[in-house]
Structures are given as structure tokens and as C-alpha cells.
T-cell receptor, first 114, second 116 residues
């Protein structure tokens, strides 16, 4: 089940620069996309989301872009901070299609170097 | 901020034994989930639960697994006869309701299950 794909297992970025995390999906029924952040020994925590009717959502240093035609979304973090170092999961759901579950990608481990 | 709590944080069991993982979802949430993450792999959906019944389950959630909401606060995952490959971090999650503004899941900090 590879409906949500994060092809980069890790990313290393210098503090103050932009981090770009990418995600692709295959199921065109997905209508809501989310990014979660996970620290070791903790559960995933919600970071930012976007509805399929939008192409951009911004919250402080975090912006999510959605390209529906390419079935691609990305998370931009700018400026990156050492505390952003964590695993980032892309997730998607198809609630309008009656689905109850949220499908997660494999995650990208972000390292922000001071 | 309200949170999802899970107990125990670590559970070690022998292969073939039954385990029960416990969760207390956020009190006014209506949808409950179990996910698991095998070390180094993705977070996998197991089951969703709404209105006192399973609403959706994955192929992982076979007859060895069951969920229950025995009272108004607890949500449990039972594995009847554990296998080595059940070793994983199990996350409970809850959601307020369905709808575009309520899609986000709130996760507990997980139970690390080790089957020996």
C-alpha cells in the first residue's frame, strides 16, 4: 500500500536556510493532506494541513503547497531551526468519499545543522 | 491542551501470549484509531472505531486483533496470540469529528511492544 510516498528518507539543511520536504500520492480520492512531525519516543503531532480545494496554506514558518495535477505536495520550512530536526510524515485522507482512515507516508528525517 | 494517553509505555511479552494496549482518547472526540510503526518503517493504519463499532480496518488487522471501548473513556487494542512480527510501536489516536476542519488526528505517545 504505497498511496502516500515520501521518497527522501532524510534531508540535511543548514540553520536559517529553507527545508523542502516532498510527498507524492496516488489516490485521487484524497481530499485532505496533512503534515505531522515526530520526535523520538513521542507520537506524531499535527503541523499543518491543506484541503484539496486550495493550493497553498501558510502558518508562520511552515507553508504547504499542493499540486493536484501532479499529485504532489511539499512542506517548506523557512527559516529552518535546529529544533525542527525531527521526522516529518506526509498524510492524506479521503473523508468526503466516506473514508475514515488517514494514510501516512514513510517519513523524512530532517536534520537542521547549527 | 488535552491529550491522548497510552499505557503502558513499554510492554514485553512472550510469543503466543495475549496483550492489551490501553488508550484514553481526548474526552469529546468521537473517532478512535490504532496505528503502528515497526522500527524504521512508516506509520501504518490498523483500525478506526466510531459509534461503538469498527468503521474501517486494514489487512494487518486480522482475527488476532480486536478493539473495544469498554466504558466512556478507554479504548483498547487486544492481540490474542502475539507473534514476533507484532513487535512495534503502537499509537492510539483520536479525532473530534469528520469534516474538513477536523481532519487532524491527535496521537498518544505510543506503547512499544516487544514480543520475545
Amino acid at each position: 500500500d504505497q498511496q502516500v510516498k515520501q521518497n527522501s528518507p532524510s534531508l540535511s539543511v543548514q540553520e536559517g536556510r529553507i527545508s523542502i520536504l516532498n510527498c507524492d500520492y496516488t489516490n485521487s480520492m484524497f481530499d485532505y493532506f496533512l503534515w505531522y512531525k515526530k520526535y523520538p519516543a513521542e507520537g506524531p503531532t499535527f503541523l499543518i494541513s491543506i484541503s484539496s480545494i486550495k493550493d497553498k496554506n501558510e502558518d508562520g514558518r511552515f507553508t504547504v503547497f499542493l499540486n493536484k495535477s501532479a499529485k504532489h505536495l511539499s512542506l517548506h520550512i523557512v527559516p529552518s531551526q535546529p529544533g525542527d530536526s525531527a521526522v516529518y510524515f506526509c498524510a492524506a485522507s479521503a473523508s468526503r468519499a466516506g473514508g475514515f482512515k488517514t494514510i501516512f507516508g514513510a517519513g523524512t528525517r530532517l536534520f537542521v545543522k547549527a | 491542551e488535552p491529550e491522548v494517553t497510552q499505557t503502558p509505555s513499554h510492554q514485553v511479552t512472550q510469543m503466543g501470549q495475549e496483550v492489551i494496549l490501553r488508550c484514553v482518547p481526548i474526552s469529546n472526540h468521537l473517532y478512535f484509531y490504532w496505528y503502528r510503526q515497526i522500527l524504521g518503517q512508516k506509520v501504518e493504519f490498523l483500525v478506526s472505531f466510531y459509534n461503538n463499532e469498527i468503521s474501517e480496518k486494514s489487512e494487518i488487522f486480522d482475527d488476532q486483533f480486536s478493539v473495544e471501548r469498554p466504558d466512556g473513556s478507554n479504548f483498547t487494542l487486544k492481540i490474542r496470540s502475539t507473534k514476533l512480527e507484532d513487535s512495534a510501536m503502537y499509537f492510539c489516536a483520536s479525532r473530534l469529528s469528520m469534516g474538513a476542519t477536523n481532519e487532524k488526528l491527535f496521537f498518544g505517545s505510543g506503547t512499544q511492544l516487544s514480543v520475545l
